[in-house]
């Protein structure tokens, strides 16, 4: 009797899906290694970080504050008065925001400094859980103003959260930092910026 000539190909079809169904993990693997190697180079623009890329408001005048106070915070609202004729660090914060917590140890620490005022904005957080965001972390801020709708982030050019801008007395954005402060960043960004302002002032 002879063989059924459709028997052997379709062994191999059936041999071949089992070699696809084995690769697929690789296949998997490689895409994801391609996608986190595109995030890398795109943190990381010839030798720049894309959080150190400086903000087309840098040396400009701060957008006006006015800004509702954060209910049940005993803090005033973030208005141009509670920055006025000080150097100021305008940190925009949420409760969602992982990075804010990584961050928060080091304002606290900022906030012992008295050269410096810490305010807050508030951006598109739920009032209660900002403020058991700071029950829970300590409160480095002087003043916190909510922005719900994220309004002020816009007008600040808020890239992502946590961002911060120092401002000097006179009102001009001296320095920007998207993503929290680690203490590289403190060291080589903020702190030099700080103490320019005040040789300059």
Known sequence: MSADPDRKPQSRRGGMGRYVIALAPLAVFAIIAGAAGKMLYDQDVHGKNVS?????????????????????????????????????????????????????????????????????????????????????????????????????????GVYGIPESYLVGPDGTILYKKVGPFDPISLKEGLMPAIEKALASS
């Not at 000080?86 to 804010?100: E, G, I, K």
């Not at 058991?132 to 002020?152: M, W």
């Open 52 to 156: 150190d890329i400086p903000s087309a408001l840098l040396g400009t005048r701060a957008p006006s504050l006015s800004l509702p106070a954060l209910e049940g915070s005993d803090l005033p609202a973030l208005t141009d008065t509670a920055i006025q004729g000080r150097l100021t660090l305008v940190n925009v914060f949420a409760s969602w925001c992982v990075p804010c917590r990584d961050e928060h140890p080091i304002l606290k620490e900022l906030a012992k400094d008295p050269r410096l005022t810490i305010v807050g904005i508030n951006y598109k957080d739920r009032n209660d859980n900002a403020l058991r965001f700071l029950g829970e972390l300590g409160n480095p801020y002087s003043a916190i103003g909510v922005d719900p709708n994220g309004k002020a982030a816009i007008d600040w």
